[in-house]
T-cell receptor, first 111, second 114 residues
């Protein structure tokens, strides 16, 4: 099976940078996703990593190390609207679109 | 283009009843996945349909079932409802294929079982 760990809560200041870590254990890794979910809303796609390294998309970047079973999501120039839950999810080979999600990291951005 | 549409958005049922939820994927998407989200368990995979065939199934009892139609629209059914079935049910669509691809989620159907 799979096991995904990420911190439950984080707090950061507007304008700052925050890094949300995710560690995973899986039998046949085939990609890691990051989603953002505001309260009462659907998860929205942020990033997808399948190879080692950093993927940058505007204020958001995601890093993957397959050998370490580790990923992080980096949010720069934090804004109040970034307050949300950030979900890490892993897909296995042969799993189609079966994603295993972590329980999410609730990020609170303060003034 | 239109996103993933789920109906109904909210519903209340009593124990023992059954419920059917509907999902219309993004036009051109052939894969539809269903997830259950609860505060305690987070997002958990129910099943995935691709080209009208169930491609994957999660660890849920047989009371949870689904199907996909030729136009890629999908329905899921929960029979003999239990209190613990109260949750947000999310549908996600993607182009599909071996790599899967990015998943786009609908707004969800919030089910309350009394």
């Amino acid at each position: 099976g799979q096991n995904i760990d990420q911190p439950t809560e984080m707090t950061a200041t507007e304008g700052a940078i925050v890094q949300i870590n995710c560690t995973y254990q899986t039998s046949g890794f085939n990609g890691l996703f990051w989603y953002q979910q505001h309260a009462g809303e659907a998860p929205t796609f942020l990033s997808y990593n399948v190879l080692d390294g950093l993927e940058e998309k505007g204020r958001f970047s995601s890093f993957l190390s397959r050998s370490k079973g580790y990923s992080y999501l980096l949010l720069k120039e934090l804004q109040m609207k970034d307050s949300a839950s950030y979900l890490c999810a892993v897909r296995d080979w042969g799993g189609g679109n079966k994603l295993t999600f972590g329980t999410g990291t609730q990020l609170k951005v303060e003034l | 283009k239109a996103g993933v549409t789920q109906t109904p958005r909210y519903l209340i049922k009593t124990r023992g009843q059954q419920v059917t939820l509907s999902c219309s994927p993004i036009s051109g998407h052939r894969s539809v996945s269903w997830y259950q989200q609860t505060p305690g368990q987070g997002l958990q995979f129910l099943f995935e349909y691709f080209s009208e065939t169930q491609r994957n199934k999660g660890n849920f009892p047989g009371r949870f079932s689904g199907r996909q139609f030729s136009n890629s629209r999908s329905e899921m059914n929960v029979s003999t409802l239990e209190l613990g079935d109260s949750a947000l049910y999310l549908c996600a669509s993607s182009l599909g294929g071996e790599q899967g691809g990015e998943l786009f989620f609908g707004e969800g159907s919030r089910l309350t079982v009394l």
